[in-house]
């Protein structure tokens, strides 16, 4: 499985070369495996769009060197036998940013803001794939005094703080 290439100096002496001679089908354009890694542990939970922007959006290029999108996602799970997103599989126990803010009535940003406060539990398949939220992580107290508080600043009153501009 070796290719040999052996030097016959002019001196006498002889220098060796061994190299790993691919297999076939294999080339230089492959997906690294770091890709492969995330695929596989995205693949049930995401869609082929979702994986392709967190490829992107760690720098993991295609094995020709191009950004990801999901055809391409779609055509190395098909030849390496990652499964596919089944949406079924979640049964409304895992949600997504979206999801959450829609159900919970706010924007993207505030649930972005709870999860970074640790308010609201919020997981990650790899470093800089989307955040997977709990649908009953929702109901968290945190979580329910955040959502009151919409549109207000979080502001404690003191009777003792002396205001910075006086009536006149």
Not at 6 to 25: A, C, D, F, N
Not at 46 to 55: K, P, R
Not at 59 to 66: D, E, M, R
Not at 79 to 93: F, L, M, N, Q
Request: proline share 5%; hydrophobic share 40%.
């Amino acid at each position: 499985r070796d290719v040999v290439l052996t030097i016959h100096w002019r001196g006498g002496q002889h220098s060796e070369l061994r190299v790993r001679k691919p297999r076939t089908g294999e080339h230089g354009c492959a997906t690294t495996e770091d890709a492969l890694a995330v695929m596989r542990s995205m693949a049930g939970r995401w869609s082929d769009e979702h994986i392709a922007a967190s490829l992107n959006r760690m720098g993991l290029p295609t094995g020709q060197g191009k950004t990801w999108t999901a055809h391409r996602v779609a055509s190395v799970r098909r030849v390496r036998g990652i499964h596919a997103y089944r949406s079924a599989e979640k049964d409304g126990e895992w949600l997504t940013m979206a999801e959450a803010a829609k159900t919970l009535g706010v924007t993207h940003h505030a649930i972005r803001r709870l999860i970074k406060s640790g308010a609201l539990p919020a997981i990650q398949v790899v470093p800089g794939a989307p955040h997977q939220i709990r649908a009953e992580d929702l109901a968290l107290e945190p979580v329910k005094a955040a959502v009151a508080r919409k549109g207000r600043p979080c502001r404690v009153v003191d009777e003792h703080t002396l205001p910075m501009f006086t009536d006149t």
